[in-house]
């Protein structure tokens, strides 16, 4: 997996690859680093790229989405892969993620 993070508002999460057990902590500390700056009211993260996501990926993308809003801060999921968002279908994700 490859992550890329660049701005400040809003800040853009790039990320390519595989979002697995062994991955997501790596996406876990980009989302936290972003949330911690202080200085961003939105955080769009780039899934265009991303092919495959398990559950360990979605649980980083459901506790950064609970972080962001009690930070006021928004967090957008930008053009998810088809296989990634069909995951985020069938979990009932999609309201959460504004997908629907």
Do not use: W
């Not at 660049?6 to 979002?19: F, M, R, T």
């Not at 936290?32 to 360990?56: C, P, Q």
């Not at 506790?63 to 009690?70: K, L, Q, S």
Request: no cysteine; aromatic share 2%; glycine share 10%.
């Amino acid at each position: 997996m490859e992550i890329n993070s660049e701005g400040v508002d809003p800040v853009v999460i790039s990320v390519e690859g595989e979002v697995d057990l062994a991955t997501s902590p790596r996406l876990a500390q980009a989302l936290e680093s972003a949330l911690g700056t202080g200085a961003t009211t939105t955080i769009r993260i780039d899934l265009s790229k991303v092919e495959f996501m398990d559950s360990a990926g979605l649980r980083v993308l459901v506790a950064a989405r609970r972080r962001a809003e009690e930070a006021g801060v928004g967090l957008v999921l930008h053009e998810p892969h088809d296989r990634v968002r069909r995951i985020i279908e069938i979990t009932g994700l999609t309201g959460v993620f504004g997908l629907a």
